[in-house]
């Protein structure tokens, strides 16, 4: 059985205008093992949120490298969740609760299956209210 310090909590991201939800979300993780960071890559964002990135990976990655409580980033060109959670076992996937509707929700379902198989858990993070990155960048348009 692995110690808490040698579990993976991880914690799916684009980070793309960094805030405080993301910031109480890491703190969540930090409770259960060491935080890595899935970060989604500009062509991952892309792929389901229909928008170019504000601010490139390799800057969103530099700012998120700077947070103490993160041990390792990742990046992430996809949806396809279980195939990172495979290649590492992963034993916690945090996010905020708004995945379980909405484009990311069949990758939710699929990667709750997939972590079944090594008994890791999906853990939702109920989400911050009144801030999203997309709701910042509405003031944007």
């Not at 890559?41 to 700012?63: A, E, H, Q, W």
């Not at 969740?81 to 916690?92: E, G, L, P």
């Not at 905020?96 to 299956?113: E, M, P, V, Y």
Request: net charge positive.
């Amino acid at each position: 059985m692995k110690k808490k310090s040698d579990k993976i909590a991880f914690v799916s991201m684009c980070a793309d205008g960094l805030h405080h939800g993301h910031i109480n979300i890491i703190e969540k993780a930090r409770n259960y093992g060491n935080v890595w960071i899935g970060l989604m890559t500009d062509k991952g964002i892309m792929s389901y949120k229909k928008r170019k990135p504000l601010i490139n990976f390799k800057n969103r990655k530099k700012v998120l490298s700077h947070i103490g409580a993160i041990h390792k980033i990742i990046a992430i060109n996809d949806l396809n969740f279980s195939k990172i959670a495979k290649k590492y076992k992963i034993d916690y996937w945090i996010h905020g609760d708004d995945w379980k509707t909405g484009t990311q929700s069949l990758a939710r379902l699929n990667l709750i299956k997939t972590m079944k198989i090594w008994k890791g858990k999906v853990i939702d993070v109920s989400y911050t209210k009144n801030i999203s990155s997309s709701r910042l960048f509405r003031f944007l348009d």
